[in-house]
């Protein structure tokens, strides 16, 4: 795709704003709809779109295979981190109450780290599954 | 005004779960798929969960479509005619679909106040999370505006690092298939050595 013009116009005007959306829904999860989850959906759509116009290889050379596959795995180890922290601080697994001085404010940067962890793991699980399918349809 | 859009969307359901049943061109039935959930998010939104919604629409609709996609070149784009015949097949769909049909009845009637789900945990969570008037002095446990974020993360945290692990488990089992399908031969290669090759054309 990567001779049409107006595709590659307008998936390079994209691309920004949606990373850049992704980044809104992600830290907005509080006050609005969105989260981690979709966050990280959205984010890795911007680089399957990028992926999809400019070509896989160009797509790898940006984020490649073994940064999305980290990704993945770090993700859950921020969120499980997360609940091991709060029991070495005196609290339960998960329990943000006591990641900082008063619960309320404890409890917002407890949310703030999981949903992170979340859209990591998200956004490097999804780019993962579409660079294995991509890469195996030109692998035949 | 509401039951109109909702007979609207449900109808819409329907049509296009009838058209993904008889097209045989699967570049359609996927298209169908994004627009089957496309009109559940819609619906979503008219039941006021847009976090619900904006989750079908971004997943349902926009990368499994990709994957769907993906998925097709590998395997064509036209499905195989069924030589059996449809009969069992259909007789299990319907007795499953009467049994289901069957069982709503047992359940409350939708959207009464006093249904057993807003009776249980949700007034609990409700009242922590939303500030009362004159009770300044009380420490709430959280307060954020979007209640769907304060459940997911904190009151379910434990369900939302489940699930967090179950799409890692997703990533590692497509690894599994094919990064260790594509090489028999080599042993032991790493993520970073499928770049190189990739590259080739």
């Known amino acids: 795709m990567r001779d049409q013009i107006i595709l590659r116009i307008a998936a390079k005007i994209l691309v920004g704003p949606i990373l850049l959306f992704a980044l809104y829904v992600q830290f907005h999860g509080d006050y609005g709809p969105g989260g981690g989850f979709q966050a990280g959906v959205i984010f890795a759509a911007g680089v399957i779109l990028y992926a999809l116009v400019f070509g896989l290889d160009r797509a790898k050379a940006a984020i490649p295979t073994s940064i999305v596959t980290w990704c993945g795995t770090l993700g859950v180890l921020i969120f499980a981190g997360v609940g091991v922290v709060a029991m070495f601080m005196g609290g339960n697994f998960l329990d943000y109450g006591v990641l900082l001085y008063d619960a309320e404010h404890a409890q917002h940067i407890g949310i703030l780290l999981v949903e992170a962890g979340v859209l990591v793991t998200v956004f490097g699980v999804m780019v993962t599954l579409f660079y294995s399918f991509a890469g195996r349809r030109r692998s035949r | ?201």
């Not at chain 2, 784009?77 to 299990?92: D, E, G, N, W, Y």
């Open chain 2, 1 to 201: 005004m509401e039951s109109v859009v909702d007979l609207a969307l449900l109808g819409l359901l329907a049509v296009t779960a009838f058209g993904v049943l008889h097209l045989r061109n699967l570049v359609a039935v996927v298209m169908l798929m994004g627009i089957y959930s496309f009109l559940s998010a819609a619906l979503f939104v008219v039941l006021d969960a847009v976090d619900v919604a904006f989750t079908e629409v971004a997943v349902g609709a926009g990368v499994s479509t990709i994957l769907a996609l993906g998925t097709l070149a590998l395997v064509g784009t036209r499905q195989k005619r069924h030589a059996k015949s449809p009969v069992i097949p259909l007789l299990i769909v319907l007795v499953t679909g009467g049994m289901l049909v069957y069982g709503t009845y047992d359940l409350p009637r939708w959207g009464q106040a006093d249904n057993p789900v807003h009776g249980h945990v949700a007034p609990e969570y409700l009242e922590m999370h939303v500030p009362l008037a004159g009770e300044e002095g009380e420490v709430l446990e959280v307060h954020i505006p979007n209640i769907v974020t304060t459940v997911l993360a904190s009151y379910r945290g434990y369900d939302t690092l489940g699930e967090t692990t179950v799409v890692f488990a997703a990533m590692v089992g497509v690894l599994t298939l094919f990064v260790g399908r594509r090489r028999p031969r080599r042993k032991g290669g790493s993520p970073a050595d499928d770049d190189g090759e990739d590259g080739a054309p």
